[in-house]
């Protein structure tokens, strides 16, 4: 595959399992903080949900479509997350303040924004489209609500 809507989706997976991969580590790391554990869980279960919506959405695409040539914008945005290494990204990781930048910084890059880029681009039915895209919105109001509950920041794991 050559900068294709395929690949498009590939790359937006893997980063997808990536960040679930993460938050798992974290929520093991800070399961002394249920509080923080809850959240942890929460961020991985919804990066599961952005597995399977973006698989389902591939998926219901012809092979036609899926070797067609990817907007050029939306394989630079992509291109940045080939090298996202939840295991790098966990190693720098020592306290909860710690573990909320870092989540910050994945959910704030262009992930969620590569994966609103699919969605609108291969999402025909409105309705459908909404759904996703309220997912992913509900997906970052979790991290705002987890950083105003008053959870320890200085807790290390």
């Known amino acids: ?3 294709t ?3 498009l989706f590939e790359i937006s997976i ?7 991969s993460l938050y798992a580590e974290l929520a093991g790391r800070f399961k002394g903080l ?3 554990c809850d959240f942890f869980e929460s961020l991985a279960s919804d990066e599961a949900d952005h597995i399977s ?13 899926l070797a067609a040539p990817a907007p050029q914008h939306a ?10 290494s939840a295991d790098s990204l966990a190693g720098k990781i020592r306290t909860l303040e710690d573990a909320y930048k870092a989540v910050v910084n994945l959910e704030y890059s262009e992930v969620n924004k590569l ?7 291969n999402v025909k039915d409105e309705s459908s489209r909404e759904e996703m895209k309220r997912m ?3 997906h970052l109001k979790k991290v705002t609500a987890f950083r105003n509950s008053g959870a320890d920041m200085d807790y290390v794991g």
Do not use: W, Y
């Open 1 to 3: 595959m050559k900068d």
């Open 53 to 65: 919506s973006l698989e389902g959405l591939r998926d219901s695409l012809s092979p036609e479509e």
């Open 14 to 20: 893997i980063a997808e399992k990536e960040a679930l």
């Open 75 to 84: 394989m630079s945005m992509a291109q940045g997350f080939l090298n996202l």
């Open 5 to 7: 809507v395929g690949e």
């Open 34 to 36: 249920p509080r923080a």
């Open 136 to 138: 992913l919105s509900s």
């Open 115 to 121: 994966h609103e880029l699919i969605i609108e681009l």
